[in-house]
């Protein structure tokens, strides 16, 4: 079946540009997460929903950073006036139970930010 | 606070050896939960394992085990007879049940080079 798609896969904005990154979940699962992984570092968490609530949101660098998933499936993760320091890859990830640590999470193939 | 620490930036091997990657990680959480992901070039994270904190059985899957020691807080990947195809970045992590942190927290990661 399918997997967890993103979009786009790359991304080149300016400095001072809005970006918005996609997240297609695997459907049925009321988890997910963003993770943002800097070059040669593990994957960093960002931000957690269950269904169409945000429950963390602890890992959002700064408030230029915001998410939403607004039906309880499809997420966007927007980033305004963004700064060199935003490039990465940011992933995103869900698995199909809610307060599932043990849950396996399925991770898309990530969407590549560079800030020029 | 969780903390996965991967001392192996990079491995290299030749074809057929045995490989161990390393996996420390701190908690003060007694109930927690380790994973092992690959990340192949493609970005894309895969599942490998999972283990629970009282579970410290060994596993064998094919050609890959898992050693889990709570006495060092340890929880190592054996790759046996290596092929090329395990070329990838291994990462482990760590997540804990209760409240809303059901993230991973990673380690940054092993880059695998198997060389033929």
């Known amino acids: 079946g399918a997997g967890v798609s993103q979009s786009p896969r790359y991304k080149v904005a300016k400095r001072g540009q809005d970006v918005a990154l996609r997240c297609d979940p695997i459907s049925g699962h009321v988890s997910l997460f963003w993770y943002q992984q800097a070059l040669g570092q593990g994957p960093e968490f960002l931000t957690y929903?269950?269904?169409?609530?945000?429950?963390?949101k602890s890992g959002l660098p700064s408030d230029r950073f915001f998410a939403e998933r607004p039906e309880g499936s499809v997420s966007t993760l927007k980033i305004q006036r963004t700064q060199q320091e935003d490039s990465a890859v940011y992933l995103c990830a869900s698995s199909l139970v809610a307060q599932g640590a043990w849950d396996e999470q399925y991770f898309g193939p990530g969407t590549r930010l560079t800030v020029t | 606070a969780q903390k996965v620490t991967q001392a192996q930036t990079e491995i290299s091997v030749v074809e057929k050896e045995d490989v161990t990657l390393d996996c420390v990680y701190e908690?003060?959480?007694?109930?927690?939960?380790l994973f092992w992901y690959k990340q192949p070039p493609s970005g894309e994270l895969v599942f490998l394992i999972r283990r629970n904190s009282f579970d410290e059985q060994n596993e064998i899957s094919g050609r890959y085990s898992w050693n889990f020691q709570k006495s060092t807080s340890s929880f190592n990947f054996t790759i046996t007879a290596s092929q090329v195809v395990d070329s990838a970045v291994y990462f482990c992590a760590l997540s804990v049940p209760g409240g809303s942190a059901r993230q991973l927290t990673f380690g940054s990661g092993t880059q695998l080079t198997v060389l033929p």
């Open positions: 908690t003060r959480d007694t109930t927690y939960y």
């Open positions: 929903f269950q269904n169409e609530a945000q429950l963390d």
